[in-house]
């Protein structure tokens, strides 16, 4: 999974184009970068591992000016992060480069067929398969477009590609199958780039390849073709995106800068949608009747997203009274999954473009669901396939780590599943209207939770030097202690694991001892009691216990180490406050560690590949 920006035009605006564009493309991989131009007849690469910033100062620093160049920044799937695998590859004879978001799956026959005939290989990449093979079918055909569209119809897996030849300034190619690819023109000035941000900023008109489609730019127009090089329809699109240029201020990272925007993310979630003490939500308008009617509720999503939707499964099913599933979409999609025509499924995501749920959604699609995203990211591939859905509203999320996308999802979810349940005439307009009214004071509780932030570094000072962390949950909080887990695993590196408290006893508890933190989530809910149990079986094995508890049943501190006291607010609700202190654990724990809390290794901010 990686981010391709690729420009053919003023070469006084290559380098502005190309690196601005791969800075804002970071979040889909970050582990090396670079960008590929023709330059007196010969391709040349400027690469390494590392970020863009590195890349871009060589590059500026060679002087050379190019009217063509395509641009990479890299999440390893094929070969380890290093200078030599980094994109652009050029090919053997040195004729093409490119630049590939993907997997080509069958790489292993089409390389034996490439050894065959002589070619070397100097990556790990399937990349360097991908731009060899289509060397060798070029110039097998003896004709550019043939040769180009034989090698895209041998190719299985997914691909988003740009390809340059050495011999030709004026010609560039797109393929797409899978890895989105969007273009744009600005007169002779020509872009192409693995979502439309890059290219905002010159036109909002964009054209969005769909699967199987081959983009050719040459001198001065383009054409959009199939993999047989019929051409097809195309029109440009006007996208409602504003590029959101996001400064990190005062604060240190953009993560905590995230964690302390949550009050007014979660008001931006809210407003304009509760009106008079109701809820109004204008994206799903179309199919509040199906919700009121489903019989059956699916949610999808991946890390955080899925466990957002494990928490909404608790509302869903108690307040709607329907079964609702809630499924990994990595999962889902290959499982021959069993959608009914009425079924809702909801597909939650940040970014709108992860590779598994964009494709689950696909597959939910084609079964007959009725498809409603909870997406953060306006215009993304999963907001537009939807049938319909609610924008998160939480502004960029730039931190690797999901933070106020998470409480904006959870909010959203409450609203949907509230307003439906009172529809239905499950719950008493009563009942409604102080759900309403509580929700709209979780914001102001959420400040009073980070203020606890000196107080929460204190207790990080205490455990990160642990290399293991439990964090444990029942009810609706169990997904919270799955997300807090995750917080901390993905940031500081300290291996962790959420566990619904009670399942404890069938195995985890083996691994309790003093280098165990326990973080024990600890607020009012039906399971309470059994919960302070839990607390105090760990407890007596010598675990360091860290509760977060609420100012309702304060006593529980007699049976923890440390404390975080945070507001009381609703059972259902609980779910959004208590995530608050486990980021703040997560996120002193790393800095405590010396990791870099924004770009965690190994990870990327959008998951595009399977
Ligand atoms: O953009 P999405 O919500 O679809 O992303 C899903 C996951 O990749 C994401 O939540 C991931 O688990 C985060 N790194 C968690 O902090």
Redesign the pocket.
Known sequence: MCGIVAFKGNKEKTSEVIFEGLKLLEYRGYDSCGIGVIDNNEIKSFKWKGRVRKTEKRFIESKIKSPIAIGHTRWATHGEPNDVNSHPITSYNKKFAIVHNGIIENYRELKKILLEKGYEFYTETDTEVLVNFIELCVSNAKNIDKGISYALSKLEGAFGIVLIQRSNTDIMYAARKGSPLAFGRKGENFFIASDATPIIEYTKKIIYLDNGQLLKIDKTNFEVLDFELNKVPNKFQEVDVELQKVELGDFDSYMLKEIMEQPESLNQTMLGRIKNNKITLGGIHKYSKDLINTKRVIII??????HAGLVAEYFLEKYLRVPVEVEYASEFRYRFPIINKGDIVFV???????AD?LEATRIAKKKGGILLGIV??VGSS?ARITDEGCYLHAGPEIG????K??TSQLMLLLMIGAKTAYLKKNISIKKYEKMISELKRIPSKIEEVLELNNDIKKISKKIYKKNHALFLGRGNNFPVALEGA??LK?ISYIHAEGYPAAEMKHGPIALIDSEMPVVAICTKSDEYDKMISNIREVGSRNAIVIGVIDKENEHVKDYLDFSILVPSTSKDFTPIINQIPLQLLAYHCAIFRGCDVDKPRN?A???TVE
Do not use: D, M, Y
């Not at 999503?301 to 899925?306: D, P």
């Not at 939650?348 to 992860?354: D, K, N, Y």
């Not at 690797?400 to 933070?403: D, I, L, R």
């Open positions: 999503g991946c890390g955080t997203s899925w939650i995501s940040q970014s709108g473009e992860t749920t953060n990211t999963i690797v780590a999901s933070t996308a998470f995750l917080k993905e990870l901010k959008s998951v």
